[in-house]
């Protein structure tokens, strides 16, 4: 058969499926840009996930279903939801803001942009997190993880992986309380747990010290 992978503005992961169908699946694939007029002759068509386009009904949608089901985001207190709403939907703002940025130049000129960016407004956009995090709190709401902590434990762990061109591996280094929150995070059995699980040994999930 043959695939087509669409990618959009924001979108998440598609260069991964585009791997897993050509070289795990043996299947020959051609990415496809979402403004093409035609689908090239393929087979079948792949929507990956995102995060600049339907958020609330995709990554930002099942990540509070999932959060209520497991207790870490509310069924029936709308402004606690509100407030943690505002923290999941700056860490799509700032996953769609550092995406886009450079994407469709040379890997020069998205070193360059993305170096701009990290002074600029990725700096003031994680300046508004850590300033929104009291100091003398291990989690950003309340006593206890909850969603929003492990939205911000995830960004940053991206962002600090290495796996982003131009974003420092020591980014976090520059905001002690997201980084406390993080390490919080990262420290939790729970955590530990769903990691060995996911991640093969080694695999760098991010730099949070």
Known sequence: MKFGVVTFPGSNCNQDMVYVLKEK????????????TSIEGCDAIVLPGGFSYGDYLRSGAIARFCGKLSGLYPKHNDLLAA????FIDLATDITVLVANTGRDDSEEEKQRK???????????????LENNIEINNDWIIGPRMGLEDITVWR????????AVDGIPTT?????PKIQKVCLAVDNQPVIQDWIKLTYKEGYVRGNYL
């Open 114 to 128: 993305r170096g701009e960016l990290v002074n600029g407004d990725l700096k003031k956009k994680l300046n508004i």
């Open 155 to 162: 960004l940053l762990g991206w962002l600090s992986s290495g």
């Open 25 to 36: 699946l043996n299947q020959e694939v051609v990415e496809l840009w979402h403004k093409n």
């Open 83 to 86: 407030k943690i709403d505002q």
């Open 171 to 175: 980014i976090i280094n520059q905001y």
